[in-house]
C-alpha cells in the first residue's frame, strides 16, 4: 500500500494551524458553530435516555448484584460516547456540508492562489441540494460495511478481528468524508475521490485516524470540522491533485457519485 499514515495524521495538524489564517477565520465560525449546537443536543438528549435506561437495568438486578451498577455505568458512558462521536460526525457534516465546501474552497485559494470556484454565498446555496445529497450518498455507503462488520462480531473467532475492522473503516470513512470537499469543488464524483484517496491509502488512513481520534477528544472535537476541511484541501493540494488515478471528464463534469 502506498503512502504514509505519519504525512497523513500531520495534515490534520497543519490543518489547525491553518484555521488562524486572516483569509480563513471568518468561514470557521458556521462549521463550529453547528458542532457546538449539535454535539449538544446529542448529549442532552443521550444522557436523557441513558438515565432511562440505565434505571430500567438496574431496576432488574437483584438486590445481591447491586454492586454491578460501578461497573455498568462507566460500559454504559462509554458506549454513549461511541455513539454519540459516530452521530456528530455524520449529522454535523449532513447539516453544514455547502458552508464545508466553501471553507475548503477559500483554503485552496489561500494555498494556491486560484479557486475551484468563485460563485460564494450565491454559488452555495444554489449548491444546498447537491451538497445534501451527497452526503447522504456517503451515508448509504457506510451503512452496509458497517452492517458487515456487525455481523462479523457475531462470529465465533472471527469476532477478534471486529475492532480493528471498526477502526479501518471509521479512518477511511473520515478520510473519504472530508477529502470530498476539495475536491467536490473540482466536481470530482464520490467514486472518484474513492479512487484517490486509496492510491495514498496508507496516508489517507493516518489522516482519517487522526480526525477520528479527535473527535473523541472533549473541545477540540469543535474544531476537528474545519480543521479536517483545511487538512484535506492541504492533502488535496500537495497530493492527490497530481495523483496518477485516472479521472474521467465527464464524470467530473457531472460531480455525481
Known amino acids: 500500500m502506498r503512502g504514509n499514515p505519519g504525512a497523513g495524521a ?5 490543518g489547525f494551524a491553518l484555521l488562524t489564517q486572516p483569509g480563513i477565520r471568518r468561514y470557521v465560525a458556521i462549521p463550529v458553530t453547528v458542532n457546538v449546537a449539535v454535539f449538544a443536543t446529542l448529549i442532552w438528549l443521550a444522557i436523557g435516555e441513558l ?12 438486590d445481591w448484584l447491586a454492586f454491578l451498577s460501578w461497573l455498568l455505568w462507566p460500559l454504559a458512558l462509554l458506549l454513549l460516547l461511541v455513539v454519540v462521536f459516530y452521530t456528530f460526525s455524520i449529522v454535523a ?3 453544514a456540508s455547502p458552508f464545508n465546501g466553501l471553507l475548503a474552497e477559500k ?3 489561500l494555498l494556491t492562489g486560484q479557486s475551484a470556484s468563485d460563485s460564494g454565498f450565491i454559488g452555495l446555496l444554489r449548491d444546498v441540494p447537491r451538497s445534501v445529497g451527497k452526503e447522504l450518498r456517503k451515508l448509504a455507503y457506510y451503512l452496509p460495511r458497517a452492517l458487515a462488520i456487525l455481523l462479523v462480531m457475531a462470529i465465533p473467532l472471527v469476532n477478534v478481528a471486529a475492532p480493528l475492522l471498526w477502526f479501518l473503516l471509521g479512518a477511511w470513512m473520515m478520510a473519504l468524508s472530508y ?3 476539495p475536491m467536490d ?8 475521490v474513492r479512487t484517490r484517496i486509496a492510491g495514498q491509502r496508507l496516508t489517507s488512513l493516518g489522516f482519517g485516524a487522526a480526525v477520528m481520534t479527535g473527535t473523541m477528544i472533549p473541545f477540540i472535537n469543535f474544531l476537528i470540522m474545519p480543521a479536517a476541511i483545511c487538512g484535506a484541501t492541504l492533502y488535496w ?6 495523483a496518477d488515478a485516472p479521472v474521467s471528464a465527464t464524470s467530473r463534469r457531472s460531480g455525481d457519485g
Not at 438515565?51 to 437483584?62: E, H, T
Not at 493540494?237 to 497530481?242: G, H, I, S
Open 10 to 14: 500531520r495534515y490534520l495538524l497543519r
Open 107 to 109: 483554503a485552496e485559494q
Open 179 to 181: 477529502c470530498d470537499y
Open 237 to 242: 493540494v500537495e497530493r492527490l491533485r497530481e
Open 185 to 192: 469543488n473540482h466536481r470530482y464524483s464520490l467514486q472518484e
Open 93 to 95: 457534516n449532513l447539516i
Open 51 to 62: 438515565r432511562d435506561w440505565m434505571a430500567q437495568l438496574l431496576g432488574w438486578l437483584p
